[in-house]
């Protein structure tokens, strides 16, 4: 509804004639001052009428002013009065108009069922926002040039499609190809715009412009969101089984879904922006295109576009549809092309060059090719020529990034450069843009500066004022374009192009573009806290109903969550994290639950982690913990597991690697993150194990490296060869620190104290040498043994070490004075050796593919373990003193309950012999190596929460129907009724 206000003059207070201003002022009520014929004057007095009579009443508002000389002055006590009130009343009634409207058309959504409330929400807000951007892309073109472009591209999607429906079979999707800022996205709104005109005003149309939003950014996200949309608008079913988010289970929905649309008299249209954006693993780009149909049905037409700079994609594309037809090329613009379309654009802005500007704009261009993105932006420079202007080669650059740099020149002398920079930055860090409220608090706010640039007169301060934001955003407005996601409007660079212009120019390293993530992840942390302590308690029932507002504390933490990935350095944010894992597998567990109902977080949580607590995670303790009194505190009905019945499987491998060449020893760094492997014999390789990147190699050996140790702390790592040498690397940087040549004969196995204070190393001649890891000092020889020393190991208090010899001897030496304490006998030549952490048990394996456990204090035989069949070529005990692994010649690992010598579980990961593995701290994963295979499994041992047992007698089954049943608060007893006034009393065994 229209709102008036009507503002009358009075100039009968404090009238002053020689006021120079009074002469502006007529009043049209008064004969005299003004002449005005009769009909003229009946209709004025007609149309004041009609805004008086028909507008509603609370939207006309009635002002009376006192005259003051030079006019109206906010100084002035009555006139200030008037401004507030009529500040007051524009708002109010703004205001209130846009909730009135606001009101009429947003769903109610309280009436639909809560299963599919959220869903639905999804999808309409989606839906709108994708709408909205695809209009604004229409608008780019403008009358002249819509009416002069070449609809070439246009066109052959119209014969594809028409085609398609006319022959009345199946067909594949159409992809339209072009270089950044060809024009692709507008091509594609208008083939949205024109789907009624070519298939039928019953056309049914989804557009969505992939990675402009959450929902659109990966591969699950988009597809569940298109076949909820579809579902919705053809009234398909939507069951619980459909909430599921595994790619997998969507891509048979969506074929489910198409084939029912084909039993349909209209067609369905799904237009694909920018499909080449959609995030994926860097192995698994196939992710992006596996769930696409290639061949549609008649009436289902899908149409997307793909930058020509995406090889990879392009090639899957072109090895899965086999008519080139359906491949439309937009070609770069000839200098022919272009100079007709900045003459279209010139004329939609009323603007025109004269024709000595025309003539030197020609002779620039003569010749070359380039794109729509580049004449928009020519224009939009043109425009500022004034006529007299005689142009040189700097007035018109040959390239997008020049002419990107010549719009901030011009804007920095304007309005300074560090306000500038700081808009630029900050936009070209986020994801998907700020809301201009955002903008303007990051610039007003001294604590966030960016990054600094090089020069010292670019860093000059210019105070900012609110104000000047408006100016700014004009100013700037030709290279940004207003993006809607969720239905809020965000700023964001245009295209891919200017934004990688302004990151050349702002954002030259690394360095800059952290400060500057850092700054925007304080910004909406404090955002996320804000909006956290608006919401309320969940107990404050005012605030818990407020509807529709998830969005804004969803938005805050995605945000918060990616600037603080990207705030350090990038490669730190790649790692191998046991809770990430956990986390991970938990949420995949959860998410068909949590799709229906979200409430049902803490449940989850507590339900599927309580069994991974035992005190060494104290993320996950904090966690539960937080769940559970979340729980205690909501005022929502919520069944809270009080015991664990569910058991969540980790998948057994974490990830895996292959090397270019075998690995014949392997060691791991503390936390998880490198490795170190042996694999062309005198070289030593170190990788980074999530990245699966060779950080750098260790030289310095002359012959084959026959044994690797890692200290504790991770500060050094220890190599023994044949060629009887010793060498201790730094490795933070990959430099020799010490070379120690204590032996006459090859090196066989080497191991350090847990202070690190001792190398322990074993010969083939038998001899084990005790020496200082710092100085190479040679502290003690021991010869007792009569074979090769094959394995040396240090117990976790630093007091005794033990040394295995093919001589089927084990010794057990004080460190304090190395005096032999015992010595293990065993029928054949030991292999294999390891210490459990509690210095309690000896894991021997031998040559006759036996393996022993034995006491570390007295030598006696616990047991033999059974089960593997292969030769042994590996071992080790977890850390949680309970098991123990052993990889064999065939490429498996068997892991064993020491204690019950028991065999748990078979890992079969790799097709060569097992030649090292490794336990990581607190069990979380186990590291092996096979061949030129490193496999990261998880290793960690959950404790069970509850496990049935057999029943030892015939359960006594009600012989009718049960009506009620009923458990005790304890869980022991529970009782059931029959239809026959039977019951029950069963109790737990």
């Avoid at 576009?305 to 037809?325: A, D, H, Q, Y």
């Avoid at 030289?699 to 201790?728: A, F, M, Q, Y």
């Avoid at 003690?780 to 208090?797: A, D, F, P």
């Amino acid at each position: 509804m229209p709102s008036c206000i009507a503002d009358k003059l009075n100039l009968c207070v404090g009238f002053v004639s020689n006021e120079p201003t009074v002469a502006q002022y007529v009043d049209v009520s008064s004969q005299e001052n003004f002449a005005m014929d009769e009909e003229s004057a009946a209709n004025l007095q007609n149309l004041i009428d009609d805004v008086i009579f028909s507008v509603n009443r609370k939207n006309i508002h009635f002002f009376n002013i006192k005259w003051h000389e030079g006019g109206l002055d906010s100084s002035h006590c009555e006139h200030r009065f008037y401004l507030e009130k009529f500040g007051n009343a524009i708002f109010t009634n703004i205001k209130m108009l846009v909730d009135e409207d606001i009101a009429a058309t947003t769903p109610d959504w309280q009436n639909l069922p809560p299963r599919i409330r959220k869903p639905i929400q999804e999808v309409v807000r989606e839906s709108q926002s994708h709408l909205s951007n695809s209009r604004q892309h229409l608008r780019v073109l403008g009358v002249s040039q819509s009416l002069d472009s070449d609809c070439g591209a246009l066109l052959q999607i119209q014969n594809l499609m028409l085609g398609q429906d006319d022959t009345c079979i199946r067909h594949s999707p159409v992809i339209v190809v072009g270089q950044d800022g060809s024009g692709k996205s507008t091509l594609l709104s208008q083939v949205f715009m024109y789907c009624p005109e070519w298939l039928g005003s019953d056309v049914v149309r989804i557009i969505r412009h992939v990675g402009r939003s959450p929902c659109t950014s990966f591969t699950p996200e988009l597809l569940r969101n298109l076949c909820l949309h579809i579902s919705l608008l053809f009234g398909f079913e939507i069951s619980p089984r459909h909430y599921s988010f595994e790619l997998g289970k969507l891509s048979i929905w969506f074929l489910d879904l198409l084939k029912l649309v084909e039993a349909k008299d209209n067609d369905l249209v799904i237009v694909l922006d920018n499909l080449h954006s959609l995030r994926c693993a860097p192995n698994n780009q196939a992710s992006i295109l596996g769930w696409l149909p290639w061949n549609l049905p008649a009436n289902v037409h899908i149409v997307c576009s793909v930058s020509e700079e995406e090889e990879k994609i392009l090639g899957l594309l072109k090895t899965r549809i086999s008519t080139s037809e359906n491949f439309v090329y937009i070609p770069p613009l000839t200098s022919q092309a272009a100079i007709s379309m900045m003459q279209s654009n010139l004329k939609d802005n009323k603007h025109v060059l004269t024709s000595e500007q025309w003539q030197y704009v020609k002779q620039r261009l003569g010749g070359k090719t380039m794109c729509p993105l580049y004449v928009k932006l020519l224009s939009h420079l043109a425009r500022r020529w004034p006529s007299y202007k005689t142009l040189t080669d700097k007035d018109v650059p040959l390239t997008i990034e020049e002419l990107v740099n010549m719009f901030l020149i011009d804007v920095e002398n304007k309005y300074g450069i560090e306000t500038i920079r700081k808009i630029a930055t900050y936009l070209t860090c986020t994801s998907f843009g700020l809301r201009e409220a955002e903008i303007v608090e990051l610039l007003a706010n001294s604590e966030y500066e960016g990054p600094q640039m090089d020069n010292e007169l670019d860093n000059r301060k210019v105070e900012f004022s609110v104000t000047h934001w408006l100016d700014i955003k004009k100013e700037l407005g030709v290279l940004m374009k207003m993006y809607y996601v969720d239905k809020r409007p965000y700023l964001y660079w245009s295209h891919k192009s200017i934004t990688n212009a302004i990151r050349a120019r702002y954002l030259p390293n690394s360095s800059d573009s952290q400060l500057c993530h850092t700054d925007l992840a304080n910004a909406f942390h404090l955002g996320f806290l804000m909006e956290k302590e608006q919401k309320g308690s969940p107990l404050d029932e005012s605030k818990s109903k407020r509807k529709d507002d998830w969005s804004d504390m969803l938005r805050e933490i995605d945000e918060l969550w990616y600037h603080l990935m990207l705030s350090g350095q990038s490669n730190d944010s790649v790692m191998l994290d046991w809770e990430v894992e956990l986390l991970y597998s938990m949420t995949k567990q959860s998410v068909d639950v949590l799709s229906q109902d979200p409430q049902q977080l803490a449940t989850e949580i507590i339900n599927w982690l309580r069994p991974f607590l035992n005190g060494t995670t104290k993320t996950m303790d904090q966690l539960v913990t937080n769940a559970r009194e979340w729980c205690n505190n909501n005022i929502i009905p919520l069944l809270v597991p009080q015991n664990n019945w569910l058991s969540l499987s980790l998948p057994p491998q974490v990830t895996m690697m292959t090397c270019p060449h075998p690995i014949t020893h392997l060691v791991c760094t503390p936390d998880s993150q490198h490795v170190m492997g042996c694999t062309q014999e005198i070289n030593i390789e170190m990788y980074h194990l999530p990245s699966r990147n060779l950080v750098r190699v260790f030289t310095g050996h002359k012959n084959r490296i026959t044994c690797l140790h890692i200290t504790p702390s991770g500060r050094w790592l220890i190599s023994g060869s044949k060629d009887s040498e010793i060498i201790v690397w730094e490795m933070e940087t990959g430099n020799m620190a010490h070379k120690f040549s204590h032996h006459t004969s090859g090196v066989q196995c080497l191991t350090t104290i847990h202070s690190e204070a001792l190398i322990i190393s074993g010969s083939d001649s038998g001899v084990v040498v005790v020496s200082r890891l710092d100085t190479g000092q040679v502290i003690h020889k021991l010869e007792n043994h009569r074979g090769v020393i094959s394995s040396v190991s240090v117990n976790s208090g630093d007091d005794i070490f033990a040394s295995a010899s093919t001589d089927r001897c084990v010794c057990i030496w004080s460190l304090e004075d190395f005096s032999l304490l015992n010595t293990i006998h065993l029928s054949s030549p030991i292999t294999h050796m390891d210490i459990s952490w509690d210095s309690t048990f000896l894991l021997l394996a031998c040559t006759d593919h036996s393996v022993h456990v034995r006491s570390l204090t007295t030598g006696s035989d616990v047991h033999c373990l059974y089960g593997h069949q292969a030769a042994v070529t590996s071992l080790c005990f977890a850390r949680d003193n309970c098991r123990c692994s052993v990889g064999c010649k065939d490429g498996k690992i068997y892991l064993f309950d020491i204690h019950s010598a028991k065999l748990l579980q078979t890992l079969s990961g790799h097709s060569d012999p097992v030649t090292s593995m490794q336990a990581q701290d607190n069990d979380r994963f186990l590291i092996t190596s096979g061949g030129n295979k490193i496999v990261v499994w998880n290793f960690f041992c959950k404790k069970e929460m509850f496990v049935p047992k057999s029943r030892s007698r015939k359960e006594d089954k009600h012989q009718e129907p049960v009506t009620c049943v009923a458990v005790s608060r304890d869980g022991s007893l529970a009782v059931s009724g029959g239809i026959i006034s039977t019951r029950k009393i069963f109790e737990q065994m």
